[in-house]
């Protein structure tokens, strides 16, 4: 029995491919209105140098996420309020 691999390796994306990794991954946010019109890609990709495409889309999650819990403690806070 023969048994062929192939393995592909790539490097870290330069400052474009993080650019176009961000707008990928923040495409829904900005097409639903609810990416800050502050943000800026380019910024963030010229911060996450060193970063690969899984870690770049770890970071959009983890801003999500944490954007949902404050949403989510601001809602709980005034739903407390209204009710007295």
Known sequence: MTVLCTAVLTGL????GRSQIL???TARMRENGKLAPDVDI???AASTKNFS???IEGLVRAATSTAMNRLVKVLSVHISL???
């Open 13 to 16: 994306p330069d400052e474009n």
């Open 23 to 25: 707008r990928i991954h």
């Open 42 to 44: 380019a910024d963030l």
């Open 53 to 55: 495409g899984a870690e």
């Open 82 to 84: 209204t009710r007295f």
